[in-house]
Nanobody
Framework: QVQLVESGGDLVQPGGSLRLSCAASGRIFSINAMGWYRQAPGKERELVAS???????EYADSAKGRFTISRDNGENTVYLQMNSLKPEDTAVYYC????????????????WGLGTQVTVSS
């Protein structure tokens, strides 16, 4: 199996910064993409940012210019640096990994972390 361990969520004031981390471990042959999603109360889960092998990134419009996603390939870890946080960024943030488990199996599987709470409030 694949395990994702997230950290970094906290209570922060508007305008503040946080850095989320997610480390993937377990039966992984290769990782195709890593990303962060978030879900606020009463809302659907939405993509915040993702990064694929090769380094191409994608951001939600709400994250552009404020958030930066990065990846440490050697450690199978993805980071989300969040600056200029706003109250509307308050949500549970989930790590997502799309990975192949075996060399002989070309399928990519989705794995999710348990989530880390980010609260932006004064």
């Amino acid at each position: 199996q694949v395990q994702l361990v997230e950290s970094g969520g906290d209570l922060v004031q508007p305008g503040g910064s946080l850095r989320l981390s997610c480390a993937a471990s377990g039966r992984i042959f290769s990782i195709n993409a890593m990303g962060w999603y978030r879900q606020a109360p009463g809302k659907e889960r939405e993509l915040v940012a993702s990064i694929v092998t090769g380094g191409r990134t994608e951001y939600a419009d709400s994250a552009k210019g404020r958030f930066t996603i990065s990846r440490d390939n050697g450690e199978n870890t993805v980071y989300l640096q969040m600056n200029s946080l706003k109250p509307e960024d308050t949500a549970v943030y989930y790590c997502n990994v799309k990975a192949r488990r075996f060399s002989y199996d070309g399928r990519s599987y989705d794995y999710w972390g348990l989530g880390t709470q980010v609260t932006v409030s004064s």
